[in-house]
């Protein structure tokens, strides 16, 4: 059964924004575009800029807002108010309540794009990236690669996937040839997960920082592969998946860096952690125990 309480029903405006799957079509009904059941989903949230009586199966949000290039301001159902700028606003003005950063014009692409970059080289992200109140654009499909199955946008020109007041989702944009962007997204949601977790400085393993001489400093793990990150109270492996976070020895979290950067193999570990190959069989007990390594990876293969 679908939660329909308006807190799901915020939660699902959340998902509409950042791409996010749902367990029902979330839609968008642009400004003077009329509400007719008939010819929507059969379950679904209804973002409306008026009140409308639903149909069975059907929610409404009632909104003040129309998301193009000058919306400032969502407010919803008259009491919840979401900002909205442009992501190159957003390293000059504070984003200290709910907040939609936008990705829909060239300049906020390509300064998300040189962000990114700075991250990768010098270990810093972008302070607003990392609150918990702030959303970015498509960000669920920007991290996984996947197209927004369960919304729809109406507005009178056209029936789209993506949000109002851009024609595509920035997840399918040029990224000119960075092709780690997607575990760049990974990693910046491990870190938003991190901040209730943990206090001080972070430093994530291929973001300015490596465990090990030999792994690439490019960020060149496969995008859900665990991340490895060294907090004030010690060094930890996060599975993005699962969200499991789990501390681990040194020798643990250099392994499971191994993998992921530079393909470390059963037969290769040994020499590059500068273990015996005795040791190495109770070692990746331990990783596939915890979800840590590949299960195809064995001291017999």
Known sequence: MTDTTPSADLADLGRYLTAAPADRHLVWLGKGVPYIPE???DRALIISDTFVSTAPGHEVLTREGELDSDCEQLIIDNVFDVTVMGYSLSAYLPC???TLLRLASDEDWQVFLEDADDALATGFVPEQLLLPQVLLEDAHALRTGTAAADRLTITAEATTSCLPGTSTSPACWDNHGRD?????LTVLEVLRGLRVREQGVVEVSGLGMRMHPHSPSALVEPPAAPV???TQSGLRCVLPGSGRFLAVPELVATAV???GTAGATAETLPELLGITSEMTSPLLD??????????EMSIYG
């Open 228 to 230: 490895v990150v060294r």
């Open 96 to 98: 200290t309540s709910p």
């Open 286 to 295: 331990a990783l596939h125990k915890h979800g840590l390594a590949p299960q």
């Open 257 to 259: 860096e191994l993998i």
């Open 39 to 41: 010819t929507l989903p």
């Open 180 to 184: 780690w962007l997607r575990r760049y």
